[in-house]
């Protein structure tokens, strides 16, 4: 991992404190993205972090701990940031663009925190879990309320809001799992191509590329 | 795990040979899934398979040498899916309505493997992965091939093929991460919603829904 990109992935930890608590949940996410969960222990996490295996256990009592408030925060980031574009002005072909874009280029910037809330799931215990899993409801919920929205406006053209609505949400989360930082396009590229992508699967009646496209 | 999942996932081994090293590759399969590939031990491979860790040596050298023989066969396996379709008689909405629907259906069928394929890439030693990443490309190209046949037709209208190919192949990989056996769809309609939501990317001219609902 570059410099760059670690630097990119420290940044959404901000509401850790104290720093030592978040200096462990930088070096758990990178830990787990590499070796996989089950593979990390919490000593390999204190020595990424440079502290000692007593010094974690101040902060988090198990692995477990780490993980789910990992989970939970980028959980609650993506959360946000949907809810922030779909709480906005404009039409909800407008408001699907921003979303589309906002949460794409989330994923793309935060690819390894993404990867390990992704697919680190089954791993949670079960109450852990299932706060998880009531988080990405919501998550549904605010695509599924934009997809309602653009076709009751009559702006959408969509069989099957229930199926579109997880296809939307599948697309932009697998981008953590493609995404290169040093491929052809930044972030906010894949962003906004996504985001047209996202209105012609809503059958949107206007011209896709012109409202993905306008700045947001 | 059920069994009937089990069952499904030990299909598509069908060309490995003798019997014991087709179960050892089953077994991997499931362990590598169920807790990653760093935390699986060649020992619990070979004790999930009900064989002695020196029966799985006469098979494979190394825990690495299965996950390059499920990778290759995985992936050979989604080209040859992509591949048929590809190459079947039809229109070029047609072909990709068949490719997208038959990859597809076998990610969702298919997903334990799939996944473990999918997430798994980075472990595999260097000329492993140089010739998975090679058979990527490939895979990539069949998709691309079909949306430039398309437009060359004057069937799609795609402002950037590149990134829609791209979009288009992750949108139907990541079925193998959400795709729930005990879910409401069947692999074959989630299979026949993609189609038409593709077709809809792809900004075909036709009716998608048509297309894509047509037996196979």
Redo the contacts between chains.
């Keep these: 991992m570059t410099a760059e990109e670690t630097g990119r992935d420290a940044q959404p930890w901000g509401e850790v404190t104290p720093d030592a608590a978040r200096r462990l949940l930088v070096a758990a996410v990178e830990a787990f993205a590499?070796?996989?969960?089950?593979?990390t222990t919490t000593r390999d996490i204190a020595s990424r972090a440079g502290m000692s295996p007593a010094a974690l256990y101040i902060h988090y009592k198990t692995k477990e701990e780490l993980l789910h408030r990992i989970s939970r925060i980028g959980h609650d980031k993506a959360l946000d940031i949907l809810r922030t574009a779909a709480d906005g002005t404009g039409t909800p072909a407008e408001r699907l663009a921003v979303a589309v874009r906002s949460f794409v280029g989330w994923h793309a910037a935060q690819h390894t925190t993404a990867r390990v809330v992704?697919?680190e799931l089954?791993a949670l215990g079960e109450s852990a879990r299932a706060e998880i899993v009531a988080l990405r409801r919501r998550t549904d919920g605010v695509i599924r309320e934009l997809v309602d929205d653009g076709v009751r406006a009559g702006e959408f053209d969509v069989?099957?809001p229930a199926?579109?609505t997880?296809?939307v949400l599948?697309?932009c989360?697998?981008?953590a799992?493609?995404f290169n930082v040093g491929g052809r396009?930044t972030p906010d590229e894949?962003g906004a191509?996504?985001a047209?992508?996202v209105l012609?699967?809503v059958?949107f009646r206007g011209d896709p590329?012109e409202v993905a496209g306008a700045q947001k």
């Design positions: 590499e070796r996989g969960y089950h593979a992704q697919y089954d069989a099957d199926g579109t997880v296809a599948s697309l989360i697998d981008v799992r493609w396009r894949v191509l996504y047209e992508l012609r699967m059958g590329a």
